[in-house]
C-alpha cells in the first residue's frame, strides 16, 4: 500500500507539470502571435493546422504575467492586467487592456522636415517601441542629407493618471559634412581605381548615409566579393575619412544547381558554373543551362566592371521556347555597355540574333523560317525604392529601345519602344503601389520574328488570364500577339501579422494590332492575393478574375513583389 501510495503522488505531480494548451482572450490590440512570442513559446502559422495549439508548463504561467503586463505598457496600456485561468483543460490568459495612454501634444524643433517621419499624432496611443524606432528614423534622415553629426533630444512625458503623454523632439546638427579622403584596401588581384569607380560619392561630395547604402549595393553587385566595409566613423569636423576595406573569395569558381516553379514557366531547373575573378580585377566567366516547361538555353556570359562607373557585359547562347502555336529556336549574342550616373543608369548594346520558327499551324501569322536581326539597343533607368525585392516607397522608371534596317546582315526595318514605371507609398496600415507599362512596335520593311511581339497575361502582366493567354487569337485559338499594349496596376498590400500580408489588386490591358494600342477595348482584372514574408522576398499567391466574366480566372504563383 506504501508503494502504491508513492507511485499515486509521483503521476500526480507528473500529470501536474505536463504542458497544457494555452490561448489568450480580450488581446484586443495586440496580435495573439506576438503574445506568445512574448512568452517564448512557438507558436504555428495560421495555416499549419496538422500541427498542435500552444503548450506550457502551468508552473511557468504566473512568472510570465508580468513579462506580458510590461510589454503592453510599452505599447501605451500602463493599465493593463494579465489573468489565468484553466478551463477544461486549457490555460486561458484574460487581457484587461483598460484605458491606454493617448498622445497629448506633439513638439518639434528640427531644421529638416520630420512630420513624415514622426509616427504620432495628436489623440495617437503612445507606444514606446515606435518612439525608440523614430529616432533612430530621424538620425538617419539627417545623416541621409549630409549631416554626419547630429545631436537629438527626444523625450517622452508620460502621465499616467491623466492617461497623456507629451513628445519632444529636438534637433540640433552641426554644419552640413562633405565626404573627406577615400582611402581604399583591396587584394593584390583587385585594383583600387575598380572599387573606387564602384562607390557613388568621391571626396568632397556631400556626405550622406543613403551614398554608402548605394554603394555597399554597387560592391556586392560583383560575385567576386565575398566581404565589405565602409568606415565613416572617423569624422574630422566636417569633413567625414572614409576607409574601404574589400575581400574576395579565396575559391572563386563558383557552381550552383537549382530547382524551382512559376506559374508562368512551370518547373524550373537551373544549373551553372562561374569563375568570380577571372584574371582579377572582379571580371566574370560563367556557362549555365536552364530548363522549363516552355524554355531552355544554354548560355556563356562574361561582365568587366571598368573604371569611372562603367561595366562591360557579353552573352552568347542558344535557346529553345515554346509558344502556342509555334516554337521558336534561336542563336543570340548581346555585347552591352552600361553607365552608372547616380541616380541613373544608362546603357548601350548590340544584340544579333538568328531565329529559326518551327511547328507553325498558322504560316499567316507565324511564317516559318530562319530571320537574321542585328539591332542596336539603349535603354535608360532610375531606381528610387527603398528596396528591390519589397519596396515601401520610392518609385522606378525604365525606359528601353531597339531596331534595325533592312539590309544584307538584318532582315527588318523595324523599331520596338518600351517602357514601365511603378510607384510606391505607405500609408497608416499598408502600402499603395502602382505601374504602368507601355510597348509599340512598327514594321517598315522585311519580317520580325513573331516572339518580338507583346504577349499578355500571366503573373507579370494581366493577372485575369494565364501567361501569353490574354488578346486576339488565331482560328486555332492560339494567341497572335500584339504591337502595341498599354498596361496599368494598383496594388494594395495590407499587413496581416508580421510574417503575412494581404494583397487586392486590379490589372488594365489594352492591346493593339499596329504601333498604337487600342483604347476602346480594355481588359480590367481584379483579384486577391496573399505573401509569405520569407527571408529570400514575399513567397507570393494571387488569384485574378476578369471584371467581365468571372468565369475567366487564372492563378499565380511567384517570389519577390512584380514591381
Known amino acids: 500500500m506504501k508503494r502504491l501510495g508513492i ?30 512570442e512574448i512568452m517564448g513559446i512557438p507558436a504555428p502559422l495560421f495555416f499549419e493546422f496538422w500541427k498542435k495549439k500552444p503548450h506550457i508548463d502551468p508552473d511557468k504561467v504566473d512568472a510570465l504575467l508580468p513579462v506580458i503586463e510590461n510589454y503592453y505598457r510599452s505599447r501605451g496600456f500602463y493599465h493593463a492586467k494579465a489573468t489565468r485561468s484553466v478551463r477544461n483543460g486549457t490555460i486561458v490568459i484574460t487581457i484587461e487592456e483598460n484605458e491606454p495612454v493617448k498622445v497629448a501634444d506633439v513638439s518639434i524643433i528640427s531644421l529638416l522636415d520630420i512630420e513624415t517621419i514622426v509616427p504620432f499624432h495628436k489623440g495617437d496611443r503612445f507606444d514606446a517601441e515606435l518612439f525608440v524606432g523614430s529616432k533612430k528614423k530621424i538620425k538617419r534622415h539627417y545623416t541621409d542629407h549630409h549631416y554626419c553629426n547630429v545631436d537629438l ?28 579622403k577615400i582611402t581604399i584596401h583591396s587584394p593584390q588581384s583587385v585594383d583600387e581605381n ?10 568632397g561630395d556631400p556626405y550622406s548615409t543613403e551614398s554608402i547604402r548605394r554603394s555597399y549595393r554597387e560592391i556586392y553587385a560583383n560575385e567576386g566579393i565575398e566581404r565589405v566595409v565602409i568606415d565613416d566613423t572617423k569624422h574630422q569636423n566636417e569633413k567625414v575619412p572614409v576607409d574601404v576595406t574589400v575581400s574576395v ?36 566567366v560563367g556557362f549555365d543551362i536552364r530548363y522549363s516547361e516552355i524554355k531552355e538555353h544554354l548560355r556563356m556570359t562574361g561582365e568587366m566592371p571598368l573604371p569611372h562607373h562603367n561595366r562591360l557585359g557579353l552573352e552568347a547562347g542558344i535557346g529553345r521556347e515554346s509558344f502556342d502555336g509555334y516554337d521558336e529556336h534561336a542563336i543570340r549574342m548581346k555585347l552591352n555597355l552600361k553607365h552608372l550616373r547616380h541616380p541613373h543608369y544608362f546603357q548601350e548594346g548590340l544584340l544579333f540574333e538568328r531565329t529559326d520558327t518551327r511547328n507553325s499551324k498558322d504560316p499567316a501569322n507565324f511564317p516559318d523560317g530562319t530571320l537574321l536581326i542585328v539591332s542596336p539597343k539603349i535603354g535608360w533607368e532610375i531606381d528610387r525604392r527603398d528596396s528591390f525585392l519589397d519596396p515601401t516607397r520610392g518609385y522606378r522608371i525604365e525606359l528601353d529601345g531597339m531596331g534595325s534596317i533592312h539590309s544584307s546582315i538584318s532582315d527588318a526595318t523595324y523599331y520596338k519602344l518600351s517602357g514601365s514605371a511603378s510607384w510606391h507609398e505607405s500609408f497608416g496600415c499598408g502600402i499603395a503601389s502602382t505601374r504602368l507599362k507601355l510597348g509599340s512596335i512598327k514594321v517598315g520593311d522585311g519580317h520580325i520574328p513573331p516572339s518580338y511581339r507583346f504577349y499578355a497575361g500571366g503573373m507579370n502582366s494581366n493577372r485575369a488570364y494565364n501567361y501569353r493567354q490574354l488578346g486576339p487569337k488565331n482560328r486555332y485559338g492560339d494567341p497572335i500577339g500584339a504591337y502595341s499594349i498599354a498596361e496599368g496596376t494598383v496594388e494594395l498590400r495590407l499587413p496581416l501579422d508580421d510574417t503575412f500580408r494581404w494583397v487586392l489588386f486590379s490589372d488594365i490591358t489594352f492591346l493593339g494590332q499596329n504601333e498604337f494600342p487600342d483604347f476602346g477595348k480594355a481588359y480590367i482584372a481584379v483579384g486577391p492575393g496573399i505573401r509569405y514574408m520569407s527571408p529570400m522576398g514575399p513567397i507570393a499567391f494571387d488569384v485574378g478574375f476578369d471584371i467581365e466574366d468571372f468565369g475567366e480566372f487564372a492563378f499565380h504563383f511567384h517570389i519577390g513583389e512584380l514591381f
Open 7 to 36: 507511485a499515486l503522488i509521483l503521476c500526480i505531480r507528473l500529470l501536474s507539470a505536463a504542458s497544457l494548451p494555452v490561448v489568450f482572450e480580450n488581446n484586443d490590440h495586440i496580435e495573439t502571435k506576438r503574445l506568445y
Open 153 to 180: 533630444d527626444a523625450k517622452a512625458f508620460v502621465d499616467i493618471e491623466k492617461n497623456e503623454a507629451y513628445i519632444v523632439y529636438d534637433v540640433h546638427p552641426n554644419r552640413p559634412c562633405i565626404f573627406g
Open 194 to 203: 575598380i572599387i573606387r569607380s564602384l562607390l557613388t560619392f568621391k571626396e
Open 249 to 284: 573569395y579565396r575559391k572563386p569558381l563558383h557552381f550552383a544547381a537549382g530547382a524551382g516553379y512559376s506559374s508562368d514557366e512551370g518547373i524550373n531547373l537551373q544549373m551553372g558554373i562561374k569563375h568570380r575573378n577571372f584574371f582579377g580585377n572582379l571580371k566574370t
